[in-house]
């Protein structure tokens, strides 16, 4: 067993406290804020865990009020996870969601884990964000694209060497005017959109290591009733593997793999408006003018009723076998009654989803869902049943079965449901949770 089993309890629990004070009395010497916070949960899933399983958490953040209004502020998660031994390790550390950053009332600048400018921004989603195109939204998008497409298309293993260490993010806000830019590290030792060869593909050659990509900028601006936004994305994906329509045609057309994926430049120019309660989008994008496009979403509430809708047409340049994307929704929430339910259609692939949630009181609440559509490498798509009960002070007791309506989610930890925000194992599960 590790060294820490052999430590005699009550000299530990010293040790603890004594670190605990020395943590204490530094913090207050340099007038900093310093908060600790954690969770863990043990569990038992026999389809995806393997049996018992236990997980938990460490989560730090600091800051430091400076001259000026400014203050520096850093945060850090530590991930524990049991291994594949019998042993009483924890397993494997690892480390995430690090984020340093300096701001003040109109600023602020974030260097590592951080989100792109695109998560800031508003418009009709659909539009610009789709199995065939997406800005990234975080530095992990650019790497498990890349490493997914060599993986699967060319049984070429990168061996994590394309990595998206981290990212730069400023922001700044004045009199209803919002600005953010971002973008990301990265280092690669294989780019096969620009170049070298596998598989008897070959490209234009272009390596880069330490170098900035992915650069994107958003504005908005609020006039009150009316609001307008602007999307500059460097570089944004284009992949028609996992969109069957466009999948089959290139197949119909014997185009070579390289011709398949690629990248270009994006541009959305979104106007909003709220009318007696009802909320609009109108937005144009240009991709690099290979594709544009408008879309148009509403959302109206009638009570506790929340409708909405919205509807989105691309004009290729040359032929495509589906340019338009189509969808609908109902959330109702009213006591311990929340139902939701939805209906769209992105370049000829369905999806569809009904789910709900009662809550008897007492601490006890069942959520169950439906969630289906063409995609089977979409791991959310699962019949699913939760009752979570609530033990007070943090803890929680979670029984679930989520069975499985496409390829990906037969065997997986990340079901998304809608309702509830819970992230299912395949399979039945007993979790027992506790948030210190």
Known sequence: MPDIHKIPRGKKMKNILLSSAAIAL???????????????????????????YYDAGLYVNL????NNGWTASAQLDIDLENGDDDTFSMGSVDS?????????????????????????????GALYDNDLFAP???????????????????????????DASAGILLTAEYMGLSIAASTILVDEDFWLIDGTTVGGTTGAGDKTNGEFKYSQVALAYDFGMFNAGLLYAED??????????????????????VDRVGEA????????????????????MDYDADVTGVGLDVSYPIGPVVLGAYYASYDFDGSAPE??????????????????????????????AVEGAYDFGMGLVV????????DEDDNDFASYIVAEYDLGGGASFLASYADANSDAAESTDDIDTGIGGYELNSGATLALSFEF
């Open 236 to 257: 944004v994906m284009f992949d028609i593997d996992g969109v069957t329509a466009f999948e089959e045609a290139a197949d119909d057309a014997l185009v070579p793999a």
């Open 26 to 52: 530094l913090a207050g010497a340099a007038s900093a804020e310093v908060t600790w916070s954690g969770d863990a949960e043990i569990g038992y899933n026999d389809d995806f865990e393997g049996g018992f």
């Open 265 to 284: 430049d994006m541009i959305v120019l979104n106007l909003g408006a709220s009318f007696g309660g009802a909320d609009f989008n109108l937005s144009y």
């Open 367 to 374: 959520t169950a869902g439906y969630i289906d559509g063409d």
């Open 63 to 66: 800051s430091q009020e400076l």
């Open 323 to 352: 340019d338009d994307a189509y969808g609908v929704s109902v959330d109702y929430s009213d006591g311990p009654i929340t139902v939701s339910a939805y209906y769209e259609e992105v370049l000829g692939e369905e999806e569809y």
């Open 136 to 162: 990234a939204d975080e530095a992990s998008d650019y790497e498990e694209y890349l490493d997914g497409y060599l993986e699967d298309n060319f049984a070429f293993d990168p061996e994590e060497d394309n």
């Open 96 to 124: 995430s969601d690090w984020v340093v950053s300096i701001s003040n009332d109109m600023f602020s600048l974030s260097f590592g884990d951080v989100d792109t400018a695109y998560a800031s921004f508003t418009g009709v």
